[in-house]
Nanobody, 126 residues
Framework: QVQLVESGGGLVQAGGSLRLSCAPS????????MAWFRQAPGKERQFVAA????????TYLDSVKGRFTISGHYAENVVYLQMNNLKPEDAAVYYC???????????????????WGQGTQVTVSS
């Protein structure tokens, strides 16, 4: 069974940077969209960024625009999240997600994604 595996989380001071990576274990997937979500304790899972391979479109949560960059390699199903100028409010478990059936152009809905990783913890100290 294919799973997505995230890496790159850790502890960083406010203003610092981290780079998250996500890749499938096992066989590759035929993905249309790959995305990053995050979930802080006591809060709902929140969309962060998505890359739509077929439309050539990238979408970000407003609060991370200009600080985070999503990128990746379609053929390898690899996606990255470069996070710069991290703030304490960015602290969360970050999840990678993949959409293999193309659920349209609304990227922020977690329900459209059919593969998820286990998450990687990002902690930002002030």
């Amino acid at each position: 069974q294919v799973q997505l595996v995230e890496s790159g989380g850790g502890l960083v001071q406010a203003g610092g940077s981290l780079r998250l990576s996500c890749a499938p274990s096992g066989r590759t997937l035929s993905t249309y969209v790959m995305a990053w979500f995050r979930q802080a304790p006591g809060k709902e899972r929140q969309f962060v960024a998505a890359i739509d391979w077929s439309a050539g479109k990238i979408t970000y949560l407003d609060s991370v625009k200009g600080r985070f960059t999503i990128s990746g390699h379609y053929a390898e199903n690899v996606v990255y999240l470069q996070m710069n100028n991290l703030k304490p409010e960015d602290a969360a478990v970050y999840y990678c997600a993949a959409d293999t059936s193309y659920g349209g152009s609304f990227y922020m809905s977690a329900s459209r994604y059919d593969y998820w990783g286990q998450g990687t913890q990002v902690t930002v100290s002030s």
